[in-house]
């Protein structure tokens, strides 16, 4: 759906308008699709050249042609900076960041990147080496607030023997593949599971549920794009979109209820005929949205099963059938009103927050058979879902971010692809907002 505020803010009258009235004038994403999916670049690295990850940094930007810088020049506009602080472990080893940002920030480039490398806090040896690791958070999403254009501004907690493994992550988060993602703290530790060098999505077997539009047919497509071979389920009410999916992209249709009494089994037996799922989205869900005085039970019920129930069964169908393949991948898409919230959505939010409890839970369980588990929870996306919003409420939802508009679908299938690459196997029992910071919720 087209934005026309972000049109207009950018248009050579209403920048100027915007500008003497003091509107806001977000700048429009950049995603893979306009600037390409590798590295951005120049890299400034602080504070010196021997952090944890830089030797992981430099690999990157070689492979991605980028130059990586480790003094500030006036004259130069970086495309990302990386400042590692995981040795930061009292108040005044904290000035470095301070120092490195007064100087650095006003030379990232508009769509550009920034990431803060830190400890995971609960490793640190004392109690003020764990409260300044747990303090970059704050720090980090304030700076996300600060740095506008379109910046993304991360926090990225690296484990002693994750270094290797946090390479597709900052790949991913470097990356314009990461437009609407920020202000988000994620955790990488030791792999699950190792996987081959330069092992992508080719060929991979992939699951997606609800495949037939929005939010999974972007998720279908990425994939597709990448090589893998796709399942694309939906219920057999949306047999016209499979089919169309099928015909055009090649991907093979499975119509099915999930909620049906034998959709796990059948899940399982369609796995096994394949040799096994290398990743699983349960992307499949439904709204009955009604305040809780005046909620039908059917409409309570039918949430929860399509959203939570239905999808957890078929986790352990998998899981225990044998159905998922060596380093594999399961990404479930949670949503911010489980985080934050909203009115009339007591049913949906319980089965979103949810998948975060089940993933933390899951998570460890899981990495014993070399299996991760996560969960993306989308803010305010552009499909025809939020097309139908009232217009006020809309408005609210693409403005109350630090990116100043809605996401799109593929937002939310880049951050799947990356979780469920090979080479993510450190990222595990996450969930990551694709919400551009909402100013909502935690």
């Known amino acids: 759906m087209s934005d026309r505020y972000l049109d207009f803010a950018n248009s050579g009258v209403g920048g100027w308008l915007t500008g003497a009235l003091g509107l806001p004038r977000p700048a429009p994403l950049r995603r893979r699709a306009e600037a390409g999916a590798g590295l951005v670049g120049p890299l400034l690295l602080g504070p010196d050249t021997d952090g944890r990850l830089a030797t992981t940094l430099g690999r990157l930007a070689g492979t991605a042609g980028q ?32 120092r490195f940002f007064h100087q650095a920030i006003r030379s990232v480039a508009e ?34 607030k600060e740095a506008r254009r379109s910046i993304g501004v991360h926090l990225l907690y690296v484990a002693p023997g994750g270094e290797d493994a946090a390479g597709s992550t900052l790949d991913f988060l470097l990356s314009p593949r990461s437009a609407y993602v920020s202000g988000q703290a994620i955790r990488v530790a030791a792999p699950v599971a190792t996987s081959e060098p330069g092992a992508g999505h080719k060929g991979r077997r992939v699951l997606v549920t609800g495949a037939s539009r929005g939010i999974g047919e972007a998720i279908t497509r990425l994939f597709v794009a990448d090589g893998a071979q796709v399942v694309a389920l939906d219920v057999a009410g949306a047999a016209e979109g499979l089919s169309a999916l099928s015909a055009e ?37 439904i709204t009955r949205d009604r305040t809780l005085a005046r909620m039908e039970p059917r409409e309570w019920d039918s949430v929860m099963a399509v959203n939570l129930s239905a999808p957890l069964a078929i986790t352990r169908g998998l899981v225990e059938g044998g159905g998922m393949r060596p380093n594999g991948r399961i990404i479930a898409v949670s949503s911010l009103s489980g985080i934050a919230g ?101």
């Not at 909620?259 to 699983?280: C, F, H, K, M, W």
């Not at 469920?420 to 996450?430: C, D, E, F, K, T």
């Open 342 to 442: 909203n009115m009339g959505q007591s049913n949906y939010a319980l089965s979103k927050a949810a998948w975060i409890g089940a993933v933390r839970r899951l998570a460890p369980k899981l990495a014993g058979q070399g299996i991760t588990i996560n969960a993306v929870a989308p803010g305010f996306i552009e499909t025809q879902m939020t097309a139908a919003i009232p217009f006020a409420i809309r408005e609210a939802g693409r403005r109350m971010n630090s990116m100043g508009q809605g996401g799109h679908p593929v937002d939310v299938a880049e951050t799947i692809a990356w979780l469920a690459h090979p080479a993510s196997g450190g990222v595990n029992g996450q969930v990551v907002r694709v919400c551009g910071q909402s100013l909502l919720g935690a």
């Open 67 to 98: 130059k990586t810088h480790v003094e500030w020049s006036p004259d130069v506009r970086y495309g990302g900076l990386v400042f590692d602080a995981s040795g930061c472990g009292d108040a005044a080893a904290a000035q470095g960041l301070y």
């Open 111 to 144: 769509h550009g990147r920034i990431v803060v490398i830190g400890t995971t806090p609960e490793l640190m040896a004392d109690a003020e080496g764990e409260a300044i690791q747990r303090g970059l958070e704050g720090f980090v999403r304030s700076l996300a």
């Open 249 to 285: 992209l090649g991907v093979d249709a499975l119509a099915l209820d999930i909620t049906a009494p034998d959709a796990a089994e059948a899940i399982l037996a369609d796995a096994l005929a394949r040799g096994g799922y290398d990743v699983v989205v349960h992307n499949a869900g």
